[in-house]
């Protein structure tokens, strides 16, 4: 068991050293924890399942990875650039105020309520958060039970998430550099299977203590406060896209 437990604290230490840095995705995965709480447990799962993946084929297939990779590697930080532009532009736009309504019948304005007539962001209960997500849909009102929804909503939001962190070649890369440096000490099954083991658990731990404190500041901060948060927070993805698109190919 002994010789079990140095692999397994290797892989943590991997595991947290690919998810603590605060890139594109933890900014995503804390956008996704403000406006709901289910979809980003499922989007953190994501995350830590493609660390899982990474981790496991490198521990495997170290050198190989790392030739096959590197070569292409330019091009997909390119693509990884031009999905995570698109993430932030279809993020931003939902947060500009909206025009004021036109050809309105008085019916219509005296329903729209205060909050309309002073154009306050809508909440969360709405379903209009600023940016793609589950969240987004919550409007279906109370005959549509939360059940069938909500697991659709976790499961594309798993989905999403996963392609999201699979088109980093970083993480490949990151893996296939610490796992041929440590040779044949993970080439043996039982070893390997603790340092992937020590990797999936470090790595999904930070991504759900993430979503817990992003949940917390969601029902604590006022509506405008999390508008501007949104504003922020994809602003800084789309940052992190043009850092990573260069150098270029």
């Given at each position: 068991m002994?010789?079990?437990?140095?692999?397994?604290?290797?892989?943590?230490?991997?595991?947290l050293g690919v998810a603590m840095p605060m890139g594109a995705m933890s900014v995503l995965?804390?956008?996704?924890?403000?406006?709901?709480?289910?979809?980003?447990?499922?989007a953190a799962a994501g995350i830590a399942a493609v660390d899982l993946g990474y981790a496991a084929l490198?521990?495997?297939?170290?050198?190989?990875?790392?030739?096959?990779v590197t070569p292409a590697e330019a091009w997909i930080r390119l693509a990884a650039s031009a999905i995570l532009l698109t993430i932030a532009t279809r993020g931003l736009l939902p947060t500009r105020p909206a025009?004021?309504?036109?050809?309105?019948?008085?019916?219509?304005?005296?329903?729209?309520?205060?909050?309309?007539?002073?154009?306050t962001e809508p909440g969360p209960s709405a379903g209009a958060g600023p940016g793609p997500g589950p969240g987004s849909g919550a409007n279906a009102g109370p005959s549509a039970?939360?059940?069938?929804?909500?697991?659709?909503?976790?499961?594309?939001t798993f989905a999403r998430y996963v392609g999201l962190t699979a088109v980093n070649?970083?993480?490949a890369l990151y893996f296939a550099a610490l796992t041929t440096a440590q040779g044949a000490a993970l080439r043996a099954g039982a070893a390997?299977?603790?340092?992937?083991?020590?990797?999936?658990?470090?790595?999904?731990l930070w991504?759900?203590?993430?979503?817990?404190?992003?949940?917390?500041?969601?029902?604590?901060?006022?509506?405008?406060?999390?508008t501007w948060t949104f504003r922020l927070g994809y602003g800084l993805v789309a940052a992190y896209a043009v850092k990573i698109a260069f150098p270029l190919p």
């Amino acid at each position: 068991m002994s010789e079990l437990l140095a692999p397994a604290l290797s892989g943590a230490a991997a595991g947290l050293g690919v998810a603590m840095p605060m890139g594109a995705m933890s900014v995503l995965l804390l956008q996704e924890a403000v406006r709901e709480r289910r979809p980003a447990v499922a989007a953190a799962a994501g995350i830590a399942a493609v660390d899982l993946g990474y981790a496991a084929l490198a521990t495997a297939l170290g050198p190989w990875v790392a030739a096959h990779v590197t070569p292409a590697e330019a091009w997909i930080r390119l693509a990884a650039s031009a999905i995570l532009l698109t993430i932030a532009t279809r993020g931003l736009l939902p947060t500009r105020p909206a025009p004021p309504p036109t050809n309105a019948s008085p019916g219509a304005g005296a329903s729209a309520g205060p909050a309309t007539e002073l154009g306050t962001e809508p909440g969360p209960s709405a379903g209009a958060g600023p940016g793609p997500g589950p969240g987004s849909g919550a409007n279906a009102g109370p005959s549509a039970g939360p059940s069938a929804g909500a697991g659709a909503g976790a499961g594309r939001t798993f989905a999403r998430y996963v392609g999201l962190t699979a088109v980093n070649p970083t993480t490949a890369l990151y893996f296939a550099a610490l796992t041929t440096a440590q040779g044949a000490a993970l080439r043996a099954g039982a070893a390997g299977a603790a340092f992937v083991t020590g990797v999936a658990l470090a790595s999904l731990l930070w991504q759900q203590a993430l979503v817990a404190l992003g949940a917390l500041a969601g029902s604590r901060i006022s509506p405008a406060a999390r508008t501007w948060t949104f504003r922020l927070g994809y602003g800084l993805v789309a940052a992190y896209a043009v850092k990573i698109a260069f150098p270029l190919p």
